[in-house]
């Protein structure tokens, strides 16, 4: 069973950075082979994706983040990380991570959640 688990979230002022990091575990997970992403929600709306990045490499950033935001895979942790810069009050939210299964880590076609960590910001 896939398990992920959030950290590094807190409360900051805008303008300031954060660096969120999802720790992956799971027999026999090859969780570099399985496609990863970042979401955000915030009460009263949808849960919003943020970041993803591909098994290839291939990486994109929702508008609001493009160019504030860095994702990343820490391969000797397990982990990916979301560096966070320039924050804005818009970017308050519960942050989460989600793994899709590929048959290399966890089920494939099985989405994976962890079970967030929350992020505020303050102007």
């Known amino acids: 069973q896939v398990q992920l688990v959030e950290s590094g979230g807190d409360s900051v002022q805008a303008g300031g950075s954060l660096r969120l990091s999802c720790l992956i575990s799971?027999?026999?997970?090859?969780?570099?082979?399985?496609?990863m992403a970042w979401y955000r929600q915030t009460p009263g709306k949808e849960r919003e994706r943020v970041a993803f990045i591909d098994p290839d490499g291939t990486i994109k950033y929702s508008g609001p983040v493009e160019g504030r935001f860095t994702v990343s895979r820490d391969n000797n942790k397990n982990a990916i990380l979301l560096q966070m810069n320039s924050l804005k009050d818009a970017d308050t939210g519960t942050y989460y991570c989600?793994?899709?299964?590929?048959?290399?880590?966890?089920?494939?076609?099985?989405?994976?959640w962890g079970k967030g960590t929350q992020v505020t910001i303050s102007s």
């Open positions: 799971g027999s026999g997970c090859t969780y570099s082979r399985a496609p």
């Open positions: 989600q793994l899709r299964g590929s048959g290399y880590c966890g089920h494939y076609g099985s989405i994976y």
